[in-house]
């Protein structure tokens, strides 16, 4: 499947910014199940690239002028694995036990604990089917519901309120399932849908036990919409939770309130369609 992605970030901020640094982890990278066939980025002002702690491609744009507005846009066409989900045997920079960590953003409470240990007979018997069954009672306690949480929201807070969205989602199934001794990070990326203009996903990736032979490996669980990442899906960036892995982050000087608007199409293109 071939999939054409535009991504747009405007900042409009009510007093001119003295000056900025904003942390792009805009662009994809291959994998086993994804393959950039185009990839650019339009910037205000000139970017660094490097690779993070997880490697990841950030670009570290810095603006020392005074500035109201901040336009980020993102396009290229990415080719992926059209088949049924399978786990990904890469275990990339970091041994699988490194994401049974938990961060500012996934530390669990009392709640959490009771909520994982009630799913922890299944997970150790049938580690997929377990952590399916995970998924799908998540998604009934905590129906997705935009405009209830923000970025700063810890896993345990939205769980408690029983409502949140896609990032909500990643980082309570992730504190769950490494609870479970389950290693799994959350991820950030696109999907593929019937909306025109939606915001960028999240959803989380759980390292199956076994080698690649055994069907061990990470494959994607997205609560919101209760399935497996598929050929749908394109992954930007992991990390333990959203601030290890976000599109955009960044810090300022000045600036007085900011307004922040994204919108992201997701088409499917042709082979030979350029971003």
């Not at 998540?138 to 929201?153: E, F, R, S, V």
């Not at 959803?203 to 076994?210: I, Y």
Request: with cysteine; aromatic share 6%; proline share 7%.
């Amino acid at each position: 499947m071939h999939l054409a992605i535009h991504h747009e970030t405007v900042y409009r901020y009510a007093s001119p910014v003295k000056r900025s640094t904003q942390y792009l982890r805009l662009t994809p990278v291959d994998t086993p199940h994804q393959k950039v066939l185009s990839w650019a980025l339009d910037l205000p002002a000139q970017a660094s690239r490097c690779l993070d702690a997880y490697g990841n491609v950030m670009h570290v744009l810095s603006m020392d002028q005074p500035h109201s507005e901040i336009h980020l846009f993102a396009r290229g066409v990415v080719e992926t694995l059209d088949a049924p989900p399978a786990p990904d045997p890469q275990d990339g920079r970091f041994p699988p036990a490194v994401f049974l960590r938990d961060s500012p953003l996934t530390q669990a409470d009392a709640a959490l604990r009771a909520f994982a240990a009630s799913h922890a007979e299944a997970v150790a018997a049938q580690p997929l089917q377990g952590l399916l069954g995970l998924m799908l009672a998540l998604a009934q306690h905590m129906p997705y519901t935009p405009g209830t949480t923000d970025a700063a929201t810890p896993a345990a807070e939205a769980f408690e309120r029983r409502l949140g969205v896609c990032q909500d989602h990643a980082q309570v199934f992730a504190t769950c399932a490494r609870l479970l001794g389950v290693p799994t990070r959350y991820v950030s990326g696109y999907l593929a849908t019937d909306a025109e203009h939606v915001a960028s996903h999240a959803w989380a990736e759980a390292r199956l036990p076994g080698t690649a032979e055994q069907g061990g490996g990470w494959l994607g669980f997205d609560v919101s919409n209760q399935c497996l990442a598929d050929a749908r899906y394109v992954r930007l960036a992991i990390g333990l939770d959203y601030l290890d892995a976000c599109p955009v982050r960044g810090m300022r000087l000045g600036g007085g309130i900011e307004a922040m608007q994204a919108a992201v199409q997701v088409t499917l293109a042709s082979a030979q369609t350029q971003a």
